[in-house]
């Protein structure tokens, strides 16, 4: 299969190929969404900013991705305007991003904005002059004024006039923001302390971070703050994690509330299954209507949690009906899965999803009135006219009426398929993938459902085989070409996907591919102080090499690879792997200070690290007592492995396994290890250990 590289163009095409829309010839669905444009779109490369520097030319930079529903506004108002488009052809080289498949160029442009005091979004429109530089940008323009934002011609016109008439301060702005963005790439200042006092230290902030969070929670409909409402992982990790598995604890009790108003609110698509992007509300009842693969692995992952701390199965069924969603809907020829669903169809946000009362009362006929009563429908709606299904406010049901709803939601599965479904964005991404891989593998050992492990392992061999070349993963596949060379989250992602899957079937093939990665992060991402970048060292040169340590929707990639080196860390008992560890763990807690609530992903590797405990099972992974007890543990911070695959030597400490052939387990906590316990034993030793950790 043919690569991409990130190189763009050779110099020696002709000029022409600027003087036309040339994304027809590019992979992204979100690229292809508008290689009908009037606009002369190209893709981003050297070549293109050479182009603009012959032409003497400022850049228009447009980042978006094919689930988003403003950038589909803005597209149909201004990108599809014969007039609009005139003017960016003769004034500006024009430039689509997909922020899917290129985040490195989205960190760097979005920081920028950020840097102009504006809060940032998608579309990203950005002004760069042609060595790349961003000297002003914004996110939507309408076409004309409105909505206290000045129309988008308006803006080209006085971009225009600036870079002609006074350009200097053109020049000016931008050096300031490449100023700003270089130090953004720069490495932390490093204090070094004892090793003691790094552990107490790192230890006192997992709880100062926890205890943090808490306060913008909503006591009332979980999650953080008001309107909009994002899932927001991160946060729910934190929570869970300083729950120690607790769900009477403040942080279990805030976990546990959010993770069900998800699970009860329109955010969640009861009909079909899937998780939402987030709520234009502060009640979780109105979705953004598009589905994003990454929202709903993290979902799936606390769901499981949520289960384990429960028993409840109002997780359970959840966990089934988004896999189920997720196979249906989501698997891509070959086992990988794809990155989002649209919030619209035929031009309309929601229109897939929302139905009319009298569309239901057709549907279910006699069973209607009891799926009204339980999921919000009325006449006059919940959202412009028409009802998003939901369980907010539903009242207690009878074991008789789980039954009625459950052929009622079957009933309107089968009719809603029949209409025009949203688009897909089939292209196939490792992290993404990554993380849905390692949710698939856990929740499938939780539940004991080999049919999720399977598919975990389908999608696994996808990325190895389809996404790696020279065993070095790319970023992005779809129609058999892959971007290459990877991201730092890809090589973390799927480092903890392998570990996940070991953990799931004791296939120390698993581990191997997850020291490999590790190896090469640590090799082609290191920043030199300890930390890493975004980007490989042989990646296209941008403006700036993007660093690794802010969480946005998922947590930062060094955050996940702290994690992924703390967990392999724990299995095989590699002193110089945790020394890396903890060079990483200083590295991110130095850069920590000025990014506030982005080190949500760092705090919770750090978790992994200072409250790491591994249990060493001599027995099958999936069957007797030991999976029972393993499967009603709730604290992240505690892997597995499997004595009998790995040798018995941890950290220099021999282990004194049995004579006999029982089955049995080793816990393995700071560095030292216990003597084989039973089942029994081992259960109480959790339970001792639950107040510690």
């Known amino acids: 299969m043919p690569a991409m590289t990130r190189q763009g163009a050779p110099h020696s095409m002709a000029q022409s190929r600027h003087q036309r829309n040339t994304l027809g010839e590019a992979t992204s669905p979100y690229l292809l969404q508008h290689a009908d444009n009037p606009v002369h779109w190209q893709q981003w490369g050297p070549e293109v900013l050479q182009h603009a520097a012959e032409q003497d030319r400022p850049i ?6 094919a689930a988003c529903h403003w950038c589909h506004v803005m597209a149909h108002e201004s990108f599809e305007s014969e007039s609009i488009a005139d003017l960016m052809n003769r004034r500006f080289v024009n430039v689509k991003v997909d922020r899917e498949e290129r985040p490195d160029i989205d960190q760097i442009y979005m920081a920028a904005l950020h840097a102009m005091g504006e809060q940032g979004g998608w579309p990203l429109t950005m002004f760069l002059d042609p060595a790349g530089r961003p000297f002003w940008g914004g996110t939507y323009f309408p076409p004309e004024q409105r909505y206290g934002r000045p129309g988008f011609p308006q803006i080209l016109e006085a971009i225009n006039k600036a870079w002609s008439e006074d350009r200097q301060s053109l020049e000016n702005n931008a050096s300031a923001l490449e100023r700003h963005l270089q130090g953004l790439s720069a490495p932390p200042q490093i204090a070094q302390p004892s090793q003691a006092d790094e552990t107490a230290g790192s230890t006192q902030q997992v709880q100062t971070y926890a205890d943090a969070t808490l306060r913008p929670f909503d006591g009332v409909n979980g999650g953080i703050g008001g309107a909009p409402k994002f899932p927001n992982a991160p946060f729910l990790e934190i929570w869970l994690r300083a729950s120690n598995g607790d769900p009477a604890s403040a942080h279990g009790q805030a976990f546990l509330r959010s993770v069900t108003a998800l699970c009860n609110g329109g955010i969640y698509d009861h009909v079909g299954g899937g998780l939402a992007r987030y709520t234009v509300d502060a009640i979780w009842l109105v979705p953004h209507f598009e589905k994003m693969l990454y929202d709903n692995a993290f979902f799936i992952r606390h769901l499981t949690y949520a289960w384990r701390m429960t028993g409840s199965d109002l997780f359970r069924n959840r966990i089934e009906q988004t896999v189920e969603w997720m196979q249906r809907e989501m698997l891509t020829e070959g086992g990988g899965f794809a990155s989002s669903l649209d919030a619209d169809s035929e031009g309309e946000e929601g229109k897939y999803y929302v139905w009319h009362q009298s569309e239901i009362e057709e549907v279910l006929g006699d069973d209607a009135p009891v799926f009204i ?10 959202f412009e006219g028409s009802n998003i299904p939901n369980r907010l406010n539903a009242p207690d049901i009878s074991e008789e009426e789980q039954r009625t709803l459950w052929r009622c939601l079957e009933h309107l599965h089968e009719k809603r398929i029949e209409r025009v479904p949203p688009g897909r964005d089939d292209k196939v991404l490792a992290d993404w993938n990554g993380y849905m891989i390692a949710a698939l593998a856990f929740a499938g050992f939780t539940l004991d459902r080999r049919d999720y492990i399977e598919l975990s392992e389908n999608a696994y061999r996808f990325v190895t085989e389809s996404m790696t070349r020279e065993k070095r993963l790319g970023h992005s596949w779809r129609d058999g070409k892959l971007v290459l060379p990877g991201l730092l989250t890809d090589y973390a992602a799927m480092s903890n996907a392998a570990i996940s899957l070991y953990e799931a079937t004791a296939n120390t093939a ?5 020291e490999e990665w590790i190896a090469t992060a640590r090799s082609d991402y290191h920043d030199g102080s300890g930390g890493f970048f975004l980007t490989a060292a042989d990646a296209e040169g941008l403006l700036t090499r993007p660093r690794a340590d802010s ?3 998922t947590p930062s990639g060094a955050s996940q690879m702290l994690e992924a080196m703390a967990r392999l860390s724990g299995i095989v008992g590699d002193p110089d792997l945790l020394d890396h560890c903890w060079q990483l763990a200083t590295n991110l807690r130095a850069a920590s200070p000025a990014k506030n609530y982005g080190t949500a992903g760092y705090i919770a590797s750090l978790h992994s690290l200072t409250h790491q405990r591994n249990i060493k099972l001599g027995a099958p992974p999936h069957t007797g007592a030991f999976a029972e007890i393993l499967r009603k543990q709730a604290d992240p911070a505690t892997g597995v492995s499997y ?14 396994l049995t004579e006999n052939e029982r089955e049995f387990a080793i816990l393995c906590q700071a ?11 081992i259960s109480d030793a959790l339970q001792a250990n639950r107040g510690n950790a």
């Open 643 to 656: 004595v009998d695959n790995k040798p018995t030597n941890y950290f220099g400490h021999s282990l004194p």
């Open 671 to 681: 560095q030292s290890c216990s003597a084989p316990m039973t089942a029994a034993q």
């Open 60 to 65: 228009l930079l447009s980042i978006g991705y």
């Open 551 to 553: 969480d946005d929707a």
């Open 510 to 514: 698993y581990l191997t591919d997850a």
């Open 373 to 382: 009563r339980h999921y919000g429908i009325s006449r006059d709606g919940n």
